[in-house]
T-cell receptor, first 111, second 115 residues
Framework: GESVGLHLPTLSVQEGDNSIINCAYSNSASDYFIWYKQESGKGPQFIIDIRSNMDKRQGQRVTVLLNKTVKHLSLQIAATQPGDSAVYFCAESKGDYKLSFGAGTTVTVRA | DADVTQTPRNRITKTGKRIMLECSQTKGHDRMYWYRQDPGLGLRLIYYSFDVKDINKGEISDGYSVSRQAQAKFSLSLESAIPNQTALYFC??????????????FGPGTRLTVL
């Protein structure tokens, strides 16, 4: 069946370094892949999405890479800041745009 | 996001009780969703609605029901609560008419405990 998952449940990053959060997916038919950020005590917040016919998309301090050959998605955060500490979820959508979320990676930024 | 509100924010109830969680939005979005979040499992879709009177089951709808009587309101009911429904519940909205397919706006969540 389809599933969206993350490689590692936790990631510790030094402030100022770049972060890379990985996600594996199994549904090749998905139209979009999306990243959400959830800060403590809040609901998830949309970061960026990428269409399945693209392999890279950049936003403000973030880059999403899609490798359809190995069904791998990653989120790169440049110059990680304390405010980037959160749980990051990858998700996928197909057709009517319901989202299927992965389990999440907790990112902790060290000062 | 203050544009999506959920009530109550916390609720403790007993097994067998009927519980209703409310969601309201001022964003004017057409689509609304209910998710539950459990540790280590991410978010799972319970029900979703693409417009008033439109109701669709998600992946874990058993034991839940919803009502969308107005565009701005989407309520989730647990007809007879059981302990494994203890979770964090989120309401979300999206604006399909603007083509923003994947950007959902989440409320602050309702923490429900069923004893």
């Amino acid at each position: 069946g389809e599933s969206v998952g993350l490689h590692l449940p936790t990631l510790s990053v030094q402030e100022g370094d770049n972060s890379i959060i990985n996600c594996a997916y199994s549904n090749s038919a998905s139209d979009y892949f999306i990243w959400y950020k959830q800060e403590s005590g809040k609901g998830p917040q949309f970061i960026i999405d990428i269409r399945s016919n693209m392999d890279k998309r950049q936003g403000q301090r973030v880059t999403v890479l899609l490798n359809k050959t190995v069904k791998h998605l990653s989120l790169q955060i440049a110059a990680t800041q304390p405010g980037d500490s959160a749980v990051y979820f990858c998700a996928e959508s197909k057709g009517d745009y319901k989202l299927s979320f992965g389990a999440g990676t907790t990112v902790t930024v060290r000062a | 996001d203050a544009d999506v509100t959920q009530t109550p924010r916390n609720r403790i109830t007993k097994t067998g009780k009927r519980i209703m969680l409310e969601c309201s939005q001022t964003k004017g979005h057409d689509r609304m969703y209910w998710y539950r979040q459990d540790p280590g499992l991410g978010l799972r879709l319970i029900y979703y609605s693409f417009d008033v009177k439109d109701i669709n089951k998600g992946e874990i709808s058993d034991g839940y029901s919803v009502s969308r009587q107005a565009q701005a309101k989407f309520s989730l009911s647990l007809e007879s609560a059981i302990p494994n429904q203890t979770a964090l519940y989120f309401c979300a909205t999206s604006d399909f008419t603007r083509g923003a397919h994947n950007e959902q706006f989440f409320g602050p969540g309702t923490r429900l405990t069923v004893l």
